[in-house]
Nanobody, 126 residues
Framework: QVQVVESGGGLVQAGGSLRLSCTVS????????MGWFRQAPGAERELVACVSWSGYTTYYADSVKGRFTISRDHGKNTIYVQMDSLKPEDTAMYYC???????????????????WGRGTQVAVAV
């Protein structure tokens, strides 16, 4: 049984930091691109960042470039996103997903991806 479990969300003041984790089991972690997505109330789900199966290739949305850093640890079947200089507009439910590079990198809201987690809430206070 495949499990994708996010953790690390919470409430933080603007300018603060959080690190989200996503641990997967039941699937070949090294074969999948992993991505972090977010969805704010009333908004579409959007790709925040993704990392290739090797960890050598990454992509960041313009809105988080320079503030967020994605990484993966094959020994722990886990990916992370370090979120610094957080802004109120970063407030959203953050989801982790696994699939191919193209499906994640070129994701459009409503697309079906192979595996999703249930999300972790991030709230950034002014």
């Amino acid at each position: 049984q495949v499990q994708v479990v996010e953790s690390g969300g919470g409430l933080v003041q603007a300018g603060g930091s959080l690190r989200l984790s996503c641990t997967v089991s039941g699937l070949p972690f090294h074969d999948h691109t992993m991505g972090w997505f977010r969805q704010a109330p009333g908004a579409e789900r959007e790709l925040v960042a993704c990392v290739s199966w090797s960890g050598y290739t990454t992509y960041y949305a313009d809105s988080v470039k320079g503030r967020f850093t994605i990484s993966r640890d094959h020994g722990k079947n886990t990916i992370y996103v370090q979120m610094d200089s957080l802004k109120p507009e970063d407030t959203a439910m953050y989801y982790c997903a696994a699939d191919s590079w193209d499906k994640i990198r070129y994701y459009n809201s409503g697309d079906s991806l192979e595996y999703w987690g249930r999300g972790t809430q991030v709230a950034v206070a002014v």
